[in-house]
Every structure is written in structure tokens, then in C-alpha cells.
């Protein structure tokens, strides 16, 4: 099995401001090389999955990546909140016209050609409902890669029977939301994720943990999971940022907005 991470935080690219400063050009170059390469994957592909409708998980401006392609998606009708249901009905009827098939996958196990492909049921994108829910998912040919989608985390008990049913070899997970640590994203869910974490590899048998996304948008985020690299060590998991699987360092450029830009003079290049 071959993982080629393509898009990820700790390879610069996040399309939302925070820190009251928007994206610096940087990451919006950042952004449209990854973007490029979402197409070129996406041409030679024969299935693309749709975990939720964030727009940071979909483009509704390019329907045409869709052409020709077995769809996976989260359910548009069935838990899922106002947001993201509203964005699922822009969407969904701009690639049924070119998509080849589009399957509602919550929970749901299928087979294309060689490989297993396993969604778990919905669960919350992050701690509550409030940001509606995600689908992870699970794939299976010579090994199994699990992906969590936005789970946060995983900090709830629901996020993390799939990922222990599924004994992955490779996990891809959303790490806890730890730049808003003590007002978006509790102490307590924190600590709860840290030792879900812990879990993971004490039970499942994974070789290599990426955590990602959220956790890597702040830039001390290896030092405030500590205890979960210390597990990685005495079972023989590498824990890794997607750049690090691919063997590059981290490059947080949203973490280091304030760093880029500078004087404040500057905040204007990037609007």
C-alpha cells in the first residue's frame, strides 16, 4: 500500500484565518500547489471519499474532479448539521452530474478490486455536535490505513471503537485542537485524547501514528503530547506529522503567521 499525503497542516495549507491574522501569501501559494496536486491524484483515481462537508474537505468550485468517479459520502440527510447539510445541498447535485456512482457510506463496508473499505458510523466532528459529524474511514489491501476525518481528538468513546475494531497498521488522525486549549477545546477532552492516543498504540498494533490538522496548527504541539511520542517509543510506533511520514520537517506556516508577516504593516499582502 502506498500513502501519499497530499494536503496537511504540517505541509503548510490551511485555508481559514486565526490568530486575527489571515492566511499570508505564503500559505495561499502553499495552498494552490497542494491544490494542483489534489487535481493531478484526482484525475488518475477511481475512488475519492468525502468525509464530511468542511470546505476544507471538498471544492465545490471544481466539480469536474468528480468526473468519471466512484464517490463515497457522508450522509446529507442524516446526522449532519445545518452548515454542513446546506453545503451538501449546493454540492451534491454539481457532481451527480459527472460522477459514475455516489454512495451514501455511513457505515457501510465495501470491496473495490482488491481492497476493504470500511466507514464508521457518524461521529462528532470534535467533542459535540456543534460542528456536525464525520465519517472515518478504513482501508484494507496488503495492510490497513485508517483515516479519521475530523474527530479532534479522538477524545469520545464512539470515535474510538472503529479505530479499535480495525487494528490499522498506519493511522492518520486529527489531532486534539490544542491552540485553543482551556476555551474552544477543553483540559479534560484533552487529557481524554492523550491517553485515546496512548491507547491506540498499546492495542492495535500500529506501526506509524500521523497526527495532524488541528494539533499541528500550533507550534509547540510535540511538546504538550509528550507522553503520547514517550508510548510511541516502547511499542515501536513512530508517532509523525504528515510531513513527517514522507520525511520532511514541519513546515506550520499558519502557526507562524505572526513570524511571517512581521510588521503588522504587512497584514494587507495577504488579504
Known sequence: MNIVPIAFDSLGTRSMATFKLPPHPMELKRQEEHWQKIVEY??????IIITHYHYDHHNPSFPSLYDNKIVFIKDPKNNINKSQSERAGFFLPLIEKVARKIIISDGTTHRIKNARIRFSPPVFHGTNQRLGFVIEVSIT?????????DVEGPALKKQMEFILEEHPRIVFCDGPMTYMLGYRYSYDNFNLAKENLKKIIEKTGVSKLVLDHHLTRDINWRDKIADVFDTGVKHNCDV????GFIGLDDDLLEARRRELYGNKKDINKGD
Do not use: N, Y
Not at 484526482?42 to 475512488?47: A, L, N
Not at 489491501?141 to 476525518?149: I, N
Not at 509523525?240 to 510531513?243: G, I
Open 141 to 149: 489491501d496488503s495492510e490497513t490505513f485508517l483515516f479519521t476525518s
Open 42 to 47: 484526482g484525475r488518475v483515481s477511481d475512488v
Open 240 to 243: 509523525l506529522s504528515a510531513a
